[in-house]
């Protein structure tokens, strides 16, 4: 379990420096959009803040596919969860989503669908380097018994 929390934190410290950088990347697009024209002093430090907790808790939550006892499915059901609420969060905190049943039936709608659509891409590369590997291991076990 210590080991666990101590990957959680470095993995986490390392990924919440990237917070502000996203941060200044979402309000360049809310900029070019029109959505935003000036920040507060609050906000920019609200949105630093929040990204970088968000940041740190994305790279953290990582470390729960190595918890070899956790079944696979319950493992991303955790991981999917606990990033469903923290982006949920922190749109919510900067003002970035409007509080009201649709726009966060909408936000969970995108959210899941972008979710699943990682996870397809995952999977799919995953299963080509399983296949290539079990061909390899095939072909050598047979070169073996040629001899």
């Given at each position: ?9 470095r ?20 900029r070019?959009?029109?959505?935003v ?11 630093i803040?929040?990204l ?13 596919y ?11 059901a ?66 073996r018994?040629i001899?």
């Amino acid at each position: 379990m210590k080991k666990t929390a101590l990957e959680f934190l470095r993995r986490g410290l390392t990924a919440c420096g990237f917070g502000p950088l996203i941060l200044a990347v979402v309000y360049l697009i809310l900029r070019r959009a029109a959505c935003v024209q000036t920040l507060t002093v609050e906000e920019v430090c609200m949105g630093i803040f929040s990204l970088s907790a968000l940041a740190f808790l994305a790279g953290g939550m990582n470390v729960i596919y190595q918890i070899e006892r956790l079944p696979l499915m319950a493992a991303v059901a955790i991981h999917g969860g606990v990033l469903y609420l923290g982006y949920l969060g922190t749109y919510l905190l900067n003002g970035w989503l409007e509080w009201g049943t649709a726009a966060i039936v909408i936000f969970s709608g995108v959210f899941v669908v972008g979710y699943l659509a990682i996870w397809a891409v995952i999977y799919a590369v995953t299963k080509r380097k399983t296949e290539r590997l079990n061909a390899l291991l095939k072909h050598e076990r047979e070169g073996r018994e040629i001899l």
